[in-house]
């Protein structure tokens, strides 16, 4: 050892102070990287039993590969700030500024550990594009950190051992910087510092997607700077030639075929790239008002009659609503973000990898619930609990219809507020007055809300429901969502337009999702309850089915007929057999039918799982042929529609309509658009 460390010594003496000063910079990143993929591994949700001895050694060479490629990188930045003078910093101005990149770099090591061990904890991945939103919004993001987290006193620990680190390592780097370059020799190191980027990048980009069948163990071996900044880098309008694709005439039909009911009859031909159809729901709508609560984070983990596996009573509220309802018990979220659930419900538009449409420019003028309720003469608006800049949201909401959209500076009674919002009950209580307002305009009413309390930090206000000390502090915030629900259902109830009116409650995501699986999609599962008893007949529906099926659900509960582009279909009248499901995570795509998934990643062979309904986690096995044509298909034929505005209002504005031939059937598929319009 002794010869081996004097050896290392005299190769490092031949190395000039600045270049020694770059590399052990990098070196100290290289160790950070590394401790903290060996903390993450002992923290893993996944069992011991999921994980492989080799899948974990895999892991972790891998991920030796793409640290020494970021760290490679980092003390390249700092060989060539230091170089950017051959002679000597004699002024001490010169070498603060100098010392001060590298407290900074140094800080940026340890905060960024930090961050990924919360990230992981919140998310069960490394970081990526949810990160980077997340700092496109540092007033909810910081406010949350402050709320869930002690950063008073996190943060200053970091800066005190940035500091302490700094005032032991001062002399020796300001003594580098004092000492002169020659020329030649800081081309020649800067550029075996470029070539040892080029291998050590180059390495790391031959990596394999994938290096495990498991999800966690294929972050784990990832970095999390190269993460976020590929995440920051990535085109979303790119799908060809990364996804795996099929014949586009196999991809309509198959698209078609997914979409089509007994009660649709496509308007365009299968030789264009097209799902319009009209629904034939009869000639006589109930045109309600529509009430639709997007709850935040509320998976189905939580709901007490689906996976509630706690052994704690936490949704008595909706438990009770249920029985009095049209219940789904078997829906999967498009994926878990706020903005992949507002799609969902809101355009019924199926996820396509990468991104939300709701944060793509593109998705201006979609085909939405609201543009087609406005064609019936519905008034429709957005009451949000927290502030609508967030993610993209008021825009989004306008750009697809909604108008007024209120946000939590338009709420009046705001007694509680967390830095992601006003509480539920507020919320809700504006809503009514809100609804009451509305009336005057003899309108029927479209309103959707979008809850915030259920979330971290998980806070509320205790003034109807307490905090339970032997609970954690999640699964009271769940408890108290559901209460607030409950208790804004009962005083609807004493409201004129109450018995006019169909209240919906749908989660946009289920909590932390974790597993093995590329997408895990067992945790995916959230409730929907449409709830009017005047008007719909309580009945459970166990039909696996997905967020976008809500718009066609619900306008076929309540009778209207209309031309549709939507992805989704009527469970109602779907075989209980039938159904599917597209869920988002990242950039994969799981599209699963009862028994089968098929996860699309780009650049990768598809995957393939059996599967069935609640918490069962995903098994491995070879792809099922033609889900996983389906799963192309559909996801292929949405890209591409996408952006081709085939999914988008036209530009007049007004919703495409249909006439049927007088001696029309019900459940025809023949393709015409002979009465389109």
Request: aromatic share 12%.
């Amino acid at each position: 050892m002794s010869r081996f460390v004097s050896g290392l010594r005299a190769r490092f003496a031949h190395i000039s102070p600045r270049a020694r000063l770059a590399l052990q910079l990098g070196l100290a990143a290289f160790a950070s990287f590394t401790v903290l993929r060996l903390f993450l591994l002992t923290v893993l949700a996944t069992k011991a039993s999921e994980r492989s001895s080799g899948d974990i050694f895999e892991a972790l060479a891998a991920g030796a590969v793409h640290d020494l490629a970021v760290a490679a990188i980092f003390a390249l930045v700092f060989a060539v700030l230091f170089n950017l003078r051959g002679q000597a910093w004699p002024s001490r101005w010169g070498r603060g500024v100098l010392i001060g990149f590298v407290a900074l770099g140094i800080f940026l090591l340890m905060f960024s550990a930090i961050a990924e061990v919360l990230f992981w904890d919140e998310f069960d991945s490394r970081l990526n594009g949810i990160a980077l939103y997340y700092l496109m919004f540092p007033r909810e993001v910081i406010g949350n950190l402050q709320q869930s987290f002690n950063i008073a006193l996190y943060l200053p620990m970091v800066i005190a051992a940035t500091l302490a680190v700094i005032w032991f390592i001062r002399r020796p780097v300001s003594a580098a910087l004092q000492t002169p370059m020659p020329k030649g020799t800081r081309l020649r190191e800067l550029g075996i510092g470029a070539v040892l980027v080029l291998a050590t990048y180059g390495a790391a980009s031959a990596l394999p997607f994938s290096v495990s069948a498991n999800r966690e163990i294929n972050q784990l071996s990832d970095n999390g700077w190269r993460t976020i900044i590929s995440a920051s880098m990535t085109n979303d309008q790119e799908y060809d030639g990364i996804y795996p694709t099929i014949d586009e005439h196999e991809a309509i039909i198959r698209t078609r075929a997914l979409v089509a009911q007994k009660n649709t009859t496509f308007l365009d031909p299968d030789t264009k790239r097209s799902i319009l159809r009209y629904v034939n729901n009869g000639t006589a709508p109930k045109k309600l008002n529509i009430v639709i609560v997007t709850n935040e984070s509320f998976g189905s983990k939580f709901v007490d009659v689906l996976d509630n596996k706690t052994g704690l009573t936490l949704t008595p509220a909706l438990d009770k609503l249920s029985k009095e309802s049209l219940s789904f018990t078997n829906i999967y979220a498009s994926g878990d973000r706020t903005v992949r659930g507002l799609e969902a419900t809101e355009t019924g538009f199926t996820p396509i990898p990468g991104i939300s449409t709701a944060r793509r420019d593109e998705s201006k003028d979609m085909y939405s619930l609201p543009f087609l309720l406005q064609s019936f003469g519905y008034q429709t608006s957005v009451l949000y609990g927290g502030h609508a800049i967030f993610d993209n949201m008021g825009t989004y909401w306008s750009s697809i219809g909604f108008n007024p959209v209120w946000d939590q500076s338009f709420i009046r009674h705001d007694s509680y507020t967390t830095a992601w919002g006003v509480s539920d009950e507020d919320l809700y209580t504006e809503a009514l007055a809100r609804m009451d307002d509305m009336q005057a305009s003899g309108k029927p009413i479209l309103l959707t809300m979008m809850t915030v309390s259920n979330h971290r930090p998980y806070r509320f206000p205790e003034n109807h429901v307490k905090q339970n000390p032997d609970w954690q502090q999640r699964y009271n915030s769940a408890h108290y969502a559901d209460w607030a629900y409950g208790d804004f259902i009962e005083r609807a109830k004493t409201h004129k337009w109450f018995d006019n009116t169909v209240f919906v409650f749908v989660a946009d995501h289920s909590e932390k999702i974790n597993g093995a699986a590329q997408v895990p999609l067992q945790d995916m599962r959230i409730p929907v309850v449409i709830y009017s008893p005047k008007n719909i007949a309580p009945r459970t529906i166990t039909t696996m089915g997905a967020q976008i099926d809500l718009i066609p659900t619900l306008l076929g509960e309540l009778g209207f007929s209309y031309v549709s582009p939507f992805f989704g279909k009527d469970l109602t009248i779907e075989p209980s057999n039938g159904g599917w499901s597209s869920t988002a995570h990242n950039f994969s795509v799981a599209f699963a039918k009862p028994g089968h998934v098929a996860v699309l990643l780009p650049n990768e062979p598809t995957l393939g799982y059996t599967f069935e309904a609640g918490l069962t986690p995903l098994t491995p096995e070879k792809p099922d042929t033609e889900t996983m044509r389906d799963a192309i298909a559909l996801t292929q034929i949405a890209h591409h529609m996408f952006y081709a505005r085939e999914v988008h209002m036209p530009a007049d504005g007004k919703w495409p309509t249909y006439t049927p031939p007088s001696d029309a059937i019900a459940g025809s598929s023949n393709a015409t658009d002979t009465h389109l319009r």
